[in-house]
């Protein structure tokens, strides 16, 4: 369902974007170049007007069916997602603990790695020389 919906949204943009390049720029030249009116002959189908009313149309409608599809697959895409919690991204089954220490999960979730951290000794600093080491050049 998700593929087909795509599919088509592509094609609606491939649309949507040749029906903008068709339409008549503010300045007057269209892609007939030169500020022609781009047909004429079948009774006022495809005059300036006519042709600007047909591509304004089908502008809205192609603009409407984007939308729509746009929404459509953000719905499904948010359908089967569900609310998690950021301290439950990684756990998995509680595992016993020794006597005196809290049980822990499987994989280590955040919580479970801020408690080692905690639990871990503090890393011993190397002691500072008594006076300050100086290169010596030769």
């Not at 919906?5 to 008549?24: N, T």
């Amino acid at each position: 369902m998700q593929a087909v919906l795509i599919v088509v949204h592509l094609l609606i943009v491939l649309a949507l974007i040749g029906v903008v390049l068709l339409q008549r720029s503010e300045g007057g030249l269209g892609l007939g170049g030169g500020g022609s009116s781009g047909g004429g002959g079948v009774g006022g189908f495809l005059t300036g007007r006519g042709q600007a009313n047909a591509l304004t149309r089908a502008t809205a409608i192609l603009a409407a069916a984007f939308f729509a599809t746009s929404l459509a697959l953000g719905i499904l895409a948010h359908r089967g997602t569900a609310p998690r919690s950021i301290f439950e991204q990684n756990s998995g089954p509680a595992t016993p603990a020794a006597p005196g220490q809290p049980a822990t999960t499987g994989q280590g979730g955040v919580l479970d790695e801020l408690q080692r951290q905690q639990q871990a000794p503090a890393p011993i600093a190397p002691a500072a020389p008594a006076s300050p080491q100086v290169p010596q050049s030769r």
